[in-house]
């Protein structure tokens, strides 16, 4: 009967450790790129796509839209790049934040599952936001 408590415990200190070191990570990326931000310093990796083929990839300026969203310039990081700064980081967000309630909740510390339907429509979003920015 004890075996049953505990083992929510441990999985509820688990859920709580995890989360910690993801926000823990999180948090030093931000003050790194808050601190060094990639129009002033060159140590940030150069996309392939756009360095070979000179075309912009749904990925391409996502890291100087999370170094202006830090400074407070939000239309300045939508203009970078509206893909990750307006879906994919809020929807990551809440993804991540369901993955925590489970584990919290006493299921196991697993991610939430992705209906293929959900895959699907954010690689036509992707794909199509790649054209369009090309143009």
Excluded at 13 to 18: E, G, N, P, V
Excluded at 40 to 67: D, I, K, S
Excluded at 116 to 130: C, E, K
């Amino acid at each position: 009967m004890l075996a049953g408590p505990r083992s929510a415990a441990k999985r509820r200190r688990s859920a709580h450790l995890s989360l910690v070191a993801t926000l823990s990570l999180a948090v030093l990326a931000a003050v790194v790129l808050y601190r060094f931000p990639p129009t002033a310093y060159g140590f940030y990796p150069v996309c392939p796509v756009h360095e070979h083929l000179h075309l912009e990839c749904p990925g391409c300026g996502t890291t100087r839209a999370l170094a202006a969203l830090l400074h407070g310039h939000f239309a300045e990081a939508l203009r970078l790049n509206a893909l990750m700064i307006g879906a994919v980081l809020p929807l990551a967000a809440v993804y991540g934040l369901f993955a925590y309630m489970r584990a919290v909740r006493g299921g196991a510390f697993r991610w939430p599952q992705v209906p293929m339907p959900a895959i699907v429509t954010g690689l036509a979003l992707a794909s199509a936001f790649s054209v369009l920015r090309n143009l």
